[in-house]
């Protein structure tokens, strides 16, 4: 095999297919990538094509996004977090100004549907780019492992 094509990996740009280096891409930093909802390999090209639907490759440098499959993970991190910060601060609300029940529906219904919708692009793009990183895929059994039997 030829050594130059060893560390060289397929990438499909629409019709055509190319052979791309992982070396001639700089790493990102998951976090940033995330963040910006960018390619987790090139940081140039957008991550999403709607609101939370992945585009199907980078437009920059071709990765197919196919892999990318966060699941339930930014919902679960994002629950945790509008949760305790929710819950703390109707806590508090109550303890210092004890308002009636409505005022605490009017304020915090508000707020927790916003702080979940403006976390859920960037957690579900941060675990994709954590998930690109790490090389992470769905566990697989394998039928050809040998049984002690």
């Known amino acids: 095999m030829n050594p130059s094509l060893s560390n060289r990996m397929p990438v499909s740009l629409g019709n055509r297919d190319l052979m791309v280096s992982e070396k001639e891409f700089p790493p990102v930093f998951a976090l940033k990538a995330g963040m910006l909802g960018r390619c987790p390999r090139c940081c140039q090209g957008k991550l999403f094509e709607g609101f939370l639907s992945t585009s199907k490759s980078c437009s920059s440098c071709g990765l197919d996004f196919s892999f990318a499959d966060s699941g339930d993970g930014p919902a679960i991190f994002i629950i945790m977090i509008v949760g305790f910060l929710v819950v703390g601060g109707v806590l ?31 957690f579900k793009a941060t675990l994709v780019a954590l998930q690109y990183q790490n090389d992470a ?11 002690n039997e």
């Open 92 to 122: 508090a609300v109550e303890i210092m100004y004890q308002p009636p029940y409505w005022v605490h529906g009017i304020l915090w219904l508000p707020i927790t549907t916003v702080l979940c919708l403006v976390l859920l692009r960037p």
């Open 137 to 147: 895929r769905q566990g697989r059994i394998d039928d050809n492992a040998s049984h």
